[in-house]
């Protein structure tokens, strides 16, 4: 079963579903994606200051707490000198990679991303700036590259039509999402997709057609996180999703994807205080800690108690570093691009 993972996708739906429907914490496949992972990564996690630069959205996804009718989200716009001033903290505490992450914003024209990202790509071309500003135009996308972006982290969230109707409303649509991939993908991108573990309504079939999906995108970064409720949301009384699960799916991505850039996300370290270690056990081999101005941390609030201090904060750097060292991996100073083999 490990074997048939880690050559190819190549097993059949059934024996998938045999996998993933357990919800245990199973050694052997832990095992078995540490050693992939040691083979392609050796003992580097790489770091991503993350800066959460907007939480304006015009999209209404039913799961996210930064939706646009959520009337108690307290809204916030960081400007350019904002962002440059994490990006210069980030640059001395270590970090060579910012995200540049947010609802998306159309306050924030290709015009005002280019010069944004130009700004720190002049003081720092050492360093890869990756967006994740959700569905933008080809056009756009191709702007954003030129201005020195090379990586974009859009997940599909869900690659099932019926699953994505139930997740967000009319006016969106996967094929856009989808379309805006392979966008990324042809202009030059580095292209980062997932989906969330346990969103409400979620069956096997639509994880096994996520990983179907991700087998023909070929990206190289994947996100997965544990699904946690809002407050705030149409989804308020919906459970989160499961820990093991999602722990057993990095694993499997591992097996699948030797190559892929995996983050540890934050949502699996708020959903359990060793969440991020596990998927580091696992397979995972990126952090990415937040780097926005502290006080409009807790505003970017996705779900509910979503983590931004303790080892999920940028300066805390010492600390993860002896997490790392306490796994026996260590947190490296470096660009961290993908390693295709
Ligand atoms: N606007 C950008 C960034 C979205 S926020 C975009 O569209 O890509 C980043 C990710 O957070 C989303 O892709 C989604 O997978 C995740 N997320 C949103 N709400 C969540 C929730 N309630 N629980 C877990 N993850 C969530």
Redesign the pocket.
């Known amino acids: 079963m490990i074997d048939s993972l880690r050559k190819n996708c190549g097993l059949p739906d059934e024996e998938l579903m045999n996998i993933l429907e357990s919800d245990l914490y199973d050694n052997a496949l832990v095992y078995e994606a540490d050693i992939v992972r040691r083979s392609v990564y050796g003992t580097d996690i790489y770091i991503r200051g993350l800066i959460e630069f907007t939480n304006y959205?015009k999209?209404n996804?039913y799961?996210?707490?930064?939706r646009r009718d959520n009337k108690n989200a307290e809204r916030y716009r960081l400007d350019s000198d904002d962002i440059f001033k994490c990006c210069s903290e980030g640059y001395s505490l270590g970090y060579r990679t910012f995200v540049l992450?947010?609802?998306?914003d159309m306050y924030y024209n290709d015009k005002k991303i280019c010069s944004i990202v130009y700004r720190i790509k002049s003081a720092y071309p050492d360093c890869a700036v990756t967006l994740?500003?959700?569905?933008r135009s080809k056009e756009s996308y191709k702007a954003f590259f030129n201005a020195g972006v090379s990586r974009y982290?859009?997940?599909h969230?869900t690659a099932d039509e019926k699953h994505y109707a139930k997740l967000h409303p009319n006016e969106m649509s996967l094929k856009n999402r989808k379309r805006c991939l392979w966008d990324l993908k042809e202009i030059g991108y580095q292209v980062g997709s997932?989906?969330?573990v346990g969103?409400p309504y979620q069956t096997v079939h639509n994880i096994i057609s996520d990983m179907h999906f991700l087998k023909e995108l070929d990206p190289d970064m994947i996100?997965i996180?544990?699904?946690?409720?809002?407050k705030d949301?149409p989804?308020a009384n919906k459970n989160n999703g499961s820990l093991l699960l999602t722990i057993r799916l990095i694993a499997m991505l591992r097996l699948m994807f030797p190559h892929a850039l995996i983050p540890a996300t934050t949502?699996l370290g708020t959903i359990h205080p060793l969440g991020r270690e596990m998927a580091l056990k696992a397979g995972a081999n990126v952090i990415m800690p937040n780097l926005s101005p502290f006080d409009i941390r807790r505003k970017y609030s996705?779900?509910d108690n979503k983590k931004f201090t303790g080892t999920e904060s940028a300066q805390s750097k010492e600390s993860l570093e002896k997490m790392a060292e306490s796994l026996e991996y260590r947190i490296v100073v470096d660009v961290g691009d993908v390693k295709r083999l």
């Open positions: 959205c999209n996804c799961y996210c707490g930064i992450q947010g609802g998306e994740s500003i959700g569905e982290l859009l997940r969230e997932g989906f969330m969103s996100g996180g544990t699904y946690i409720t809002h949301t989804f949502a996705l779900y």
